[in-house]
DNA sequence: CCGAATCCGCAACGATACTG
DNA sequence: CAGTATCGTTGCGGATTCGG
């Protein structure tokens, strides 16, 4: 892996060119801010530890903001960065693009 | 698992949630038809395994076409379907936001 | 209890060598 | 030239455990 940043598009797929990720900052587009629990949750097959890592990765790029609670329960809040909200046209456009080609197996039923 | 084609977004992340189709199809775009050799050449760091593996995939999802010169030697051409040209606007999103957030001298673009 | 860390089994990945 | 085969390594998921 020599190079990897020497294209823009390599370098945007260096950050989100995940499939979790992408729909990590997709819950968080929608959702706003919210606890590990919840977006283990709404991300139905993430496991545990590719959520954590993936955030952690994701915090160290500076997309997401992870703000801890020091209480009992414990409570980690997950909310974007600026520069993590910068990429809202490319979550809408791959939206978009999975309104317009998704296959409909149940006609008309595409619920936006 | 319902691994979810249930919101639009997983829809395209289930196709081109991979680092590497991602460049496969930005080659493509800017390219156009290549061959195995030139997609091998260009994307740099990917393995032929790798490449072979993603693009058969690609080519099962209906995003590429595979086309193959029955001679010596070898020749296969890859070249995006109709429906692989719809994600231009993906990847430009993709491609412009690397432009606008890769850390290089862009002087002032960084604001939005 | 919630979030994360640990161990283990398995699938994915990279590098190399080989084939048609 | 365009893959396939094999192997060693890495990464991932699941369950368990820790820690506040």
Chains 1, 2 share one sequence.
Do not use: A
């Not at 929608?30 to 606890?35: K, L, S």
Request: proline share 6%; aromatic share 4%; hydrophobic share 35%.
């Amino acid at each position: 892996m020599p190079c990897g940043d020497s294209c823009p598009i390599e370098h945007t797929v260096n950050l989100i060119g995940h499939k979790w990720k992408v729909l990590i900052l997709r819950n968080l587009h929608n959702m706003g801010t919210q606890r590990f629990g919840d977006l283990s949750k709404e991300i139905r097959g993430i496991s545990q530890k590719m959520l954590t890592q993936q955030l952690r990765q994701m915090e160290i790029d500076g997309l997401i903001i992870r703000k801890v609670y020091p209480e009992v329960p414990p409570k980690v809040e997950y909310s974007l960065t600026e520069l993590g909200e910068t990429l809202k046209p490319v979550l809408d456009s791959m939206n978009l693009w999975g309104i317009n080609h998704m296959k409909m197996s149940t006609p008309k039923d595409v619920e936006q």
